[in-house]
């Protein structure tokens, strides 16, 4: 066997754990390429053997998962089940009430350009926050963005497509800037910081959104729900993964680190219900005054 067979071979093998890693957690492939920020090729690839697997991308495509990258190469894969070109689980094409919008251009995680939604999405968030799903029509939403019912159609199957898509379209940016937040940390402390001032600017910034996020997950039907709940969850584990870290050094004090990661999350997803843009708090006020309640949730020594 050549040099290049063994890499050939060994790419197959963690590939191999990758995807039984994946199906494990319950995990589509363009889920867990949405959450590591890859497009679903990329990750059919290397789950195939194709690509090769960095460090660094197996250490991201573990906390998406909620592994540890030693349980991920723990698994075992039995000599017949490593996947050929042939037999790969290439991605289909998704309908399009299933389609997993582009993450968006994002000059820097602190800095927010207006909402830049299609005129029938916009339409269709106007008359949500308005007088909620349940209350919204399509006729409703059409003559808000001034076309035809049938002219809505053409874009959107359903109601339940346009808030699939509103909620989409958030998950993917409010995961892009927590990756870029995270990365700018230096240790677990000052990555948990980061991860929560993001959380309270993008839920002051991001406000309407971030209100029917919280407002409208009830209105889905269970595979959608479902769908946003995993994004919701990655979001959260990267905050406790840096909690545990922390506590692990002895930084943070705290005796329930679980409960308090996800308090500290709770109080950034509840500020859409009451920070208002012409209050006396701008987001960057309130951002720094949530890492402080933060740390002190962590009972940490500054």
């Known amino acids: 066997m050549t040099t290049t067979d063994k890499a050939g071979s060994a790419d197959e093998s963690l590939g191999a754990q990758v995807r039984a890693a994946r199906r494990t957690k319950g995990f589509t492939q363009r889920l867990l390429a949405h959450a590591i920020g890859v497009s679903a090729a990329t990750l059919s690839q290397i789950e195939n053997g194709q ?3 960095s460090v660094s991308r197996l250490a991201l ?5 909620g592994l540890t990258v030693q349980e991920i190469l723990d698994i075992v894969v039995e000599p017949g ?32 350009e207006p909402l830049n939604f299609d005129p029938v999405l916009r339409a269709a968030l106007d008359e949500i926050l308005e007088i909620g799903y349940h209350g919204a029509t399509v006729r409703g939403i059409a003559a808000r963005c001034g076309l035809s019912v049938s002219g809505i159609y053409h874009y959107y199957t359903s109601k339940q497509q346009m808030l699939l898509t509103i909620l989409d379209l958030t998950m993917t940016e409010l995961l892009a800037r927590a990756r870029a937040a995270r990365n700018e940390g230096r ?12 959380l309270a600017l993008f839920h002051t910034h991001r406000r309407e959104l971030g209100f029917v996020g919280a ?4 209105s889905f039907d269970a595979g959608n729900r479902r ?3 995993q994004l ?31 308090a500290a999350v709770t109080m950034c997803t509840a500020l859409p219900t009451w920070w208002r843009s012409d209050g ?23």
Not at 215 to 218: G, I, L, T
Not at 235 to 260: I, L
Not at 280 to 300: G, I, K, N, T, W
């Open 51 to 53: 690509t090769g697997l």
């Open 227 to 229: 769908k946003i709940a």
């Open 280 to 302: 006396p708090l701008s987001p960057e006020q309130v951002a720094e005054q949530y890492v402080s309640f933060a740390l002190d949730l962590m009972r940490f020594d500054r």
């Open 187 to 198: 240790d677990p402390v000052e990555r948990f910081s980061l991860l929560i001032e993001h």
């Open 232 to 262: 919701r969850t990655i979001q959260q584990r990267m905050v406790d993964h840096e909690v545990e870290a922390a506590v692990r050094q002895g930084r943070f004090r705290t005796d329930h680190p679980h409960e308090a990661a996800r």
């Open 81 to 112: 089940s490593l996947p050929s070109v042939r037999q790969a689980e290439e991605p289909r094409p998704a309908p399009r009430a299933e389609k997993t919008p582009a993450v968006p251009e994002i000059t820097h995680w602190r800095h927010y």
């Open 215 to 218: 407002s409208e997950m009830r």
């Open 61 to 65: 495509i573990a906390d998406a998962l």
